[in-house]
């Protein structure tokens, strides 16, 4: 895909060239300097008058007439120079991509050192690019007789820099290998709950564990009986499709130590239960099982670049349906921790599978947990559609994966959890701890919920129903499956340091 190249010159033939422009350039000098010279002093004359744009992540194509070899320039707009990101980068090389490849070109050469600025370096840069083209050009492949299958895509990209060529492809595979797991997880999510079953999910994490030699250990409905897994054989209960709690592990030290656990909501498709969804919020829920693609995307990443970690990743999956079987309201279960719990809305479902994950991953030796799941539509009433929630019983673990969501870009923010809500979740006259104490602040309580399970292990929760999915394009990937916290995982895990006193 990428060739790095130190020499740029006008006497190559290209496609397309791609320069980075900033405000500042209004008066052209150095790489577009020469550009310009080519053109005439067309390219000095149009930013002037406004017809190529400076403006961040906006991208004028031009067409050089025969004037240069390169048919074509795109200008990819990055703002004031003082001001550029990584985020901006990676956001202008994803509107980049999008409309080259709307172009249907399928050869880019790319002047990287137009990019650079003091705060964001060529290695930055590189990862951005690498990371943006997957991303902006993802599609799903639909169902319909006449396919979605882009006739021509991006084969090619050639990274023209000044800078040391070995880093800046180490630097290029790094992101790439970030846009293409989020990429896979993105289509977990998806495909259609009829597609992705339990099984399916199974199967999909067999084949990555081939591929990147992890451990993998696939437990079936009987094994979970033995086991006492109350919690997620409930959920599981009016289901004809088997649970599975899947398991993959990848060991990157000498030793099984300092183990991250990784726990994902693995919930092919969520109707609710008896607690029934209404016919409008039941639409949409195939997504359900978006924390377990968020892991299974994460190790692929850690797969591809072999961190010095140890790391378990654990997805309890099933459906959630109804039947003469399926669990009710009012319902008493014991879970594979010897908690019982007592049933109060099936439609709290997610909480009561990673309950058992989250016990299970501690079983295979996880010291630091951190899980992710479609949880409550109540972080979406707190904090919308791009912000996932935060919760943590660890201020270090907390910060760490804070930081890798910074890298990312992917905003996350922490909601409480203090002494009343874990009152609540323990309120019942039968069982030591309810499924859903009310409505009030509910993403808290589910959150509170998953906290008595990991106990005294360190643990840092997601709640991604907002940000799993969203309903419009925009400039790293098409409406529908966004991948979120695929990336942030990774990022947490590769620059991951032991806490000392936990
Ligand atoms: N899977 C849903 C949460 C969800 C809602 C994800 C919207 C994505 C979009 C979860 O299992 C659920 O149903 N949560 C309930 C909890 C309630 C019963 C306490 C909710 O949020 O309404
Ligand atoms: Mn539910
Ligand atoms: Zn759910």
């Known amino acids: 895909m990428f060739q790095v190249k130190n020499e740029l010159n006008f006497s190559q033939e290209h496609e397309a060239l791609v320069v980075g422009i900033f405000d500042a350039n209004k008066k052209v000098e150095g790489f577009i300097g020469e550009i310009d010279t080519l053109l005439e002093g067309q390219v000095t004359k149009l ?54 490849s709307g172009d249907k070109i399928e050869e880019v050469a790319i002047a990287l050192d137009t990019f650079v600025t003091d705060q964001v370096d060529g290695f930055d840069v590189s990862h951005a690019l690498g990371e943006a ?4 050009t993802y599609t799903f492949p639909d169902y319909k007789q006449k396919s979605n299958e882009p006739e021509k895509n991006i084969t090619n990209v050639i990274v023209f820099s000044d800078t040391d060529k070995e880093e800046i492809e180490a630097s290029l595979t790094v992101g790439y290998a970030y846009g ?5 997880a993105r289509t977990l999510v998806n495909l259609p709950g009829n597609m992705m079953t339990a099984t399916d999910m199974a199967n999909y994490a067999l084949e990555l564990g ?14 979970m009986e033995k086991l006492g897994m109350g919690a997620l054989l409930a959920v599981n209960k009016g289901s004809v499709e088997p649970p599975k709690m899947i398991v993959l592990k990848y060991q990157g030290k000498e030793t099984w130590n300092d183990v991250i656990g990784l726990v994902g909501k693995g919930i092919t498709f969520d109707t609710g239960g008896y607690s029934i969804k209404p016919k409008d919020g039941i639409v949409g829920m195939k997504a359900d099982m978006g924390g377990a693609a968020a892991v299974l995307g994460a190790m692929e990443i850690i797969g591809e670049l072999r961190p010095e970690q140890n790391v378990v990743a654990v997805i309890p999956s099933t459906d959630n349906m109804v039947s003469g079987d399926a669990f009710k309201p009012d319902d008493v279960v014991t879970s594979m921790s010897g908690k019982t719990i007592e049933i109060l809305n099936t439609d709290a479902e997610g909480r009561l599978a990673l309950a058992d994950g989250v016990t299970y991953a501690k079983q295979h030796g996880a010291e630091y947990l951190v899980d992710v799941a479609t949880l409550t539509g109540g972080v979406i ?12 019983n660890n201020e270090t673990l907390f910060e760490q994966v804070l930081e890798a969501s910074h890298e990312t870009g992917e905003a996350m923010w922490r909601l409480p959890m203090t002494e009343n809500h874990k009152k609540r979740v323990r309120k019942s006259n039968v069982a030591d701890l309810n499924n859903s104490p009310g409505r009030d602040g509910h993403a808290i309580f589910a959150g509170t919920f998953i906290a008595e399970f990991a106990e005294d292990t360190p643990w840092v929760h997601l709640d991604i129903a907002g940000t799993a999915t969203t309903t ?31």
């Open 210 to 223: 081939n591929k990147y030699s992890f451990e993998v250990e696939i437990l079936e409905k009987e094994d």
């Open 133 to 136: 083209l997957p991303l902006a």
């Open 180 to 184: 293409n797991a989020t990429n896979s």
């Open 47 to 100: 930013l002037k008058e406004g017809d190529i744009s400076s403006q961040s992540k906006k991208v004028t194509k031009l067409h050089t007439l025969g004037k240069s070899s390169a048919k074509r320039v795109y200008f990819v707009g990055l703002g004031k120079k003082e001001n550029l990101s990584f985020e901006t980068v990676r956001e202008a090389f994803g509107s980049l991509f999008k409309t080259v």
């Open 472 to 502: 419009s394009q925009y400039e790293l990937g098409p409406a529908g499956a966004t991948g979120a916290m695929v990336r942030t995982l990774a990022a947490f895990v590769e620059r991951f340091e032991p806490i000392n006193n936990k």
């Open 381 to 392: 009433v707190a904090l919308g559609n791009d912000i996932t929630g935060a919760m943590a």
